[in-house]
């Protein structure tokens, strides 16, 4: 199915793009989170800026119509997208902003006519930074990012290359056009540079986050798919991929590097944030649900994964973020886990170039080595099923979420000494050559373990501990028993924010509401989600009605559902598998019965539809306008799994929060089975 071009709703135009700052530290808050005036071009160049938009975007119904496949289309469509959403977000920052964007309007086209006739030269250009896009699975937006071949890229085919994917800092005027005039070519790479570099967007200014985070991923899945389309795949080197950034790319590529550590030869980050206390301004002890929610992002409660990955960290010594490493060196030292920190005397919040060079010069050492695919000893720590795998060792499930869970396993050919805290299930992959069975020593139980195969031929043991004892189990079994009852798993575990991490869809009620107060309050809560997911998520909120949702959609979206039983039909259609009753005159959650006519019940929860994706009720991101204008470690959720809001005069877009908490491992209210 071709794709048409699409811009954000007509209502957005009249939205300005509300705060996005340079990642500074807390005491310097305020003021500086102010993103620039912006200086909107005459008439006349706003005239020549939507006369070329259109033509850009009857180009691309062209290219749509010969049938071109996806993977290329997005390299034509981000300089439509982005030229759309300057004008209608009214984001001319600078005074080069309506220069930039003419200039992105005639790349955009000139790439389209090259297109047309087969050809994209611009996968070709080494030495400098060559923009590139993807249509992102959460919202079927384009989203940006940008290449830089080494100047010899193409003179030894036998070749293996590192990758560096580099995470930009915080910027007040950050937006699409600027970030494609920041990569158009103009600044060359350096001599001798001897990587790729892959810079990320990240969806503008949200520490990597939710969906932030996704676009780090997706941005790098779309450049090698590409290279792999364009056979040009082996030049890179999958075990010696570098990440690394600075201030907000360093507290991106903290957080990221220590929760996924198996994905990269060496991380570098500079300065940046590794815990939301002590930097962001909050209570001491927050509400219990929001303080265990701080556990999926403070990176300093990961950094024993840094056994896994070699860190070298960057800080000036007058910078207050240098912090961020002293926290990560003060828990790493006790265990004996090596850290590499570089300190610049005399700097604040600085990453010169002589320092950059002192960095890269240990990357080079380290990617050098590459990272080992089938390490000996594997040492994970994790407070959330979000992040559930490192290398040979698989979380499958945690006795209770947000309290630290560990694995310290080792290979011994055939056998595995192992031991655990906090987990119910673990999956250990085999080594190529393994044997028809497999000793494992866990927390002291010795078990004797046949191999399961999957299709791939990849073999691995499958764990479960019941009651205290450990267990050779069938992966078909634990299965079952998820199909018995839900539980908590990778990529189904909550909080309310996470849906909005992967694909998913907002869905608007069209029928008759029980009760008006209600109605308007989701119809209030979808408007806001939408003006913010377009300006701080760079996006379009996909949104349909009720009567319209699709097999497709209910297959592979989160579904967002907005209003009450009589005005949204698909409430109906999940509510007897929810965890509350709702009739049009009360509503009970978790053996607390409220008011139907005033309250409103906001969650996530496996959706009964389709128990592979989430169901979300009555809201989007459960941060909001104040969190995104002050430091970006403000974007932890505020819900957790559930919440029951009370409708207020006083507060008519919030509400009045009667109760919130995180369900238990299986999908309950703790305390309430």
Known sequence: MTMQPRTPPASLALISLAVIAA??????????????????PPAQVLKEIKDRTNRLGRALGALQKQGLPNLWLPDVEVYYQAATKIVELDEFFQTDSADWTLDALDRG??????????EFPWVLFTGFPVVRGYRSRIDDSVQPYAVTFPHEYFKDPLRRWRLDVVLHGRDTSLNEVKFLARNNGAQAAPKGQDFIRLDIFGRGNNAYRW???TDVFEALESFLAGEEALKRHLRIDADRVVLRGFSMGGAGTWHIGLHRPDRWCV????AGFTTTHGYAKLPAKLPPHQEACLKIYDAVDYAENAFNVPVVAYSGSQDAQKLAADLIEAKLKPLGIPMTHLVADGL??????????????????YAAKGREEYPKRVRFVTHTMRYSTCAWVEVLGLKKHYDAARVVAESKEDAFEVTTANIRAL?????AGFGQAITTTIDGQKLTSRPWINPAGHGSVYLENRNGSWTSVLPQRLLAKRAQSPQKISGLQGPIDDAFADGFVCVRGTGEPWHQAVHEHAERSLKRFQGAWARYWRGQLPVTIDTEVTTDEIAAKHLVLFGDPGSNWMIRQVLDGLPLTWTRESIVLGGQKYSAHDHLPVLIFPNPLNPARYVVLNTGHTFHEADYRGTNALLYPRLG?????????????????????????????????
């Open 211 to 213: 969906a932030g985070e």
């Open 23 to 40: 990642l500074l530290p807390i005491q310097f808050l305020g003021a500086q989170f102010q993103p620039p005036a912006s200086k909107q």
């Open 348 to 365: 604040g919040h600085k990453f010169p170039a002589e320092w950059e060079k002192k960095a890269q010069a240990i990357y080079a050492r």
């Open 109 to 118: 086209l000139l790439r389209a006519k090259f297109m047309a006739q087969g």
């Open 641 to 673: 799994d559930y919440a029951m809001l009370r409708l207020t005069d006083n507060d008519p877009l919030n509400g009045e929060v009667r109760t919130a908490g995180l369900f238990n491992e299986f999908w309950r209210v703790p305390g309430k089975d």
């Open 267 to 270: 991380i570098g980050p500079g």
């Open 427 to 431: 999956r250990i992959g085999l080594a």
